[in-house]
């Protein structure tokens, strides 16, 4: 195959590759969860530990699947699961407080979402025929 991959049609994906990027999604998911509780209860540990984690499976899923879909679908996950956290009930619960370790949270898990998804490992062409200048 000659030419440049922004010239190749785009293909679904493969289905193993498809229930991977799920089974991240669902992970990043229990993350969301697991951090909320953790950075609360454990206040600056439990704060580190959360960001780490969530930090881990981004940039582990990116070079799992050797491609920056791996990064994001934990973070969507991770999203979603913190997003729907967030907001309170009509009894008045809610899982976050208005506390700073609460912002950092969120703040910290959406910067490292971004360096992650930045730093994971995008999709190269193959052989050397498809560089630049040759």
Do not use: H, N
Not at 59 to 68: E, K, V
Not at 85 to 98: N, Q, Y
Not at 103 to 113: E, T, V
């Amino acid at each position: 195959m000659s030419g440049s991959m922004l010239a190749q049609p785009l293909q679904r994906p493969s289905l193993g590759r498809m229930a991977a990027l799920l089974g991240l999604a669902v992970l990043g998911a229990v993350v969301g969860v697991a951090g909320a509780l953790v950075q609360a209860a454990w206040f600056p540990l439990g704060l580190l530990l959360a960001l780490a984690g969530a930090g881990g499976l981004f940039l582990g899923g990116g070079y799992a699947l050797r491609g920056r879909s791996g990064a994001v679908a934990p973070v969507l996950g991770w999203v979603v699961a913190v997003i729907l956290l967030t907001a309170s009930r009509p009894e008045g619960d809610f899982l976050f407080g208005a506390g700073g370790g609460s912002y950092i949270f969120l703040l910290g898990g959406m910067g490292l979402a971004v360096i992650c998804a930045t730093l994971a490992p995008g999709r190269q062409p193959d052989g050397d025929a498809d560089r630049l200048g040759k």
